[in-house]
C-alpha cells in the first residue's frame, strides 16, 4: 500500500509510519511541525519507501500518484499546545479534515481519522462507549480541540454517506512513550521530566481524577488493525485500566528513585474528572486490547527522557 500521515513529525505519527514501513507499505508523511519534531522521523532519511512533505494540510494539498489510504493524524494534541495554537487547532480539525477528505475521495482512498477521547469531554457515563455524545463545553478552552474533533467525526461520517467513503475513525487515550516532547504539557511526560530536574511533582486539584494510559506500541497496533480490518464507526483504541493522576506521580517518584515531592495547583476549566475507554469493539472486532502495563510502560518512557535530558 501506498499512503499518506499527516502529521507523521508528531508523536503518534512517526510510531504509525514506522509501523506501515514495518509492514512493507510505502508513507508520504506530510508535517507542517507546529508541534511535530523533525528529529522523531530523522531516523526514515534515505528509507526509499518513505517520502516526507512539509507542509501545512490546512490549506491546499496535491499529492501526487495513487494513493490507498488517507491517515489525518495532523493536531496540536495537548492542552499546551492546542491553548497556544486555538485557531490552527480549529483550523486542521475543519479544513485540514476537509483537505484530507477530499485527497482521499479523489484517490478512491480510505480515509482514516484520528480522533479522541476529547469528544466525550467531562463524561457523565463511566467509563465511555462509543454511542455516548459526550459532556463538552463548546465556549471553554478546551472547546477549540474537543468540537474540532467533534467536528472532523461529523465531516468524515458526512463523507462516508454521502460519497460512500471507505472511512474509519479512532478515538484515541491518553497514550504515552518515547518521542513526546520533554514540555508538550501532557501529565506523563510532565511528571518524568519533573522527577528527572529534582522538581517538585505539579498535581491539579487532589489528583483524584482518573486517567487510562496506554503505551505507544499497544496504541498504534490497535490504529494499524483498525485502518485495516475495522468498520466506519468510531472506535475507543486505549487502556482500560484507571488510574488516579495522584497514583501516576507516586508511581514516576518510585521508578525514578528521585525522593521528589508533590505540589497542587489549581484545577484547569473544564478539566475531565475520569476518563476510561470501554474497548469491547476493539477486542471483538480486531481482536486488539493492550498488552503493557503501565509500570513497564512508564519504566521504558522514562529511560527515553533520561537520554533526551542527557544531551
Not at 522527577?195 to 511533582?201: D, E, F, V, Y
Request: charge should be neutral; include cysteine; glycine fraction near 8%.
Amino acid at each position: 500500500m501506498r499512503v499518506l500521515i499527516t502529521g507523521a513529525a508528531g508523536f503518534l505519527g512517526s510510531h504509525l509510519s514506522d509501523r506501515f514501513l514495518a509492514d512493507g507499505h510505502s508513507v508520504i508523511g506530510l508535517d507542517n511541525f507546529i508541534t511535530g519534531n523533525p528529529e522523531n522521523i530523522a531516523h526514515l532519511a534515505g528509507n526509499p519507501r518513505f517520502e516526507f512533505v512539509r507542509h501545512n494540510i490546512s490549506t491546499y494539498t496535491y499529492v501526487a500518484g495513487p494513493l490507498d489510504g488517507v491517515l489525518h493524524f495532523a493536531s496540536p494534541a495537548s492542552p499546551v499546545d492546542y491553548l497556544e495554537h486555538p485557531i490552527a487547532t480549529l483550523k486542521v480539525g475543519a479544513l485540514g479534515t476537509h483537505n484530507a477528505l477530499g485527497l482521499a475521495l479523489a484517490k478512491k482512498a480510505r480515509f482514516f481519522l484520528a480522533s479522541t477521547s476529547e469528544v466525550y469531554g467531562d463524561p457523565l457515563e463511566h467509563p465511555q462507549t462509543e454511542s455516548y455524545w459526550g459532556n463538552v463545553n463548546p465556549i471553554g478552552p478546551r472547546g477549540v480541540y474537543d468540537e474540532a474533533k467533534r467536528f472532523a467525526e461529523a465531516m468524515t461520517m458526512a463523507y462516508h454517506r454521502y460519497h460512500g467513503m471507505d472511512t474509519r475513525i479512532v478515538r484515541i487515550f491518553n497514550t504515552y512513550g518515547p518521542r513526546m516532547r520533554p514540555n508538550d504539557g501532557r501529565v506523563v511526560s510532565n511528571f518524568i521530566v519533573q522527577a528527572l530536574s529534582n522538581q517538585p511533582l505539579t498535581i491539579y486539584g487532589d489528583g483524584s481524577q482518573t486517567r487510562s494510559f496506554c503505551y505507544v506500541a499497544d496504541e498504534v497496533e490497535g490504529i494499524y488493525r483498525l485502518f485495516m480490518r475495522g468498520d466506519n464507526n468510531p472506535t475507543n483504541i486505549g487502556n482500560p485500566n484507571e488510574f488516579t493522576v495522584r497514583q501516576l506521580a507516586e508511581l514516576v517518584i518510585e521508578l525514578t528513585r528521585t525522593g521528589a515531592t508533590i505540589v497542587e495547583r489549581e484545577l484547569p476549566v473544564d478539566d475531565p474528572k475520569v476518563r476510561q475507554p470501554d474497548i469491547r469493539r476493539a477486542r471483538e472486532m480486531l481482536g486488539w486490547e493492550p498488552a503493557v502495563s503501565l509500570r513497564e510502560g512508564v519504566t521504558r518512557t522514562i529511560e527515553y527522557f533520561r537520554s533526551v535530558l542527557a544531551r
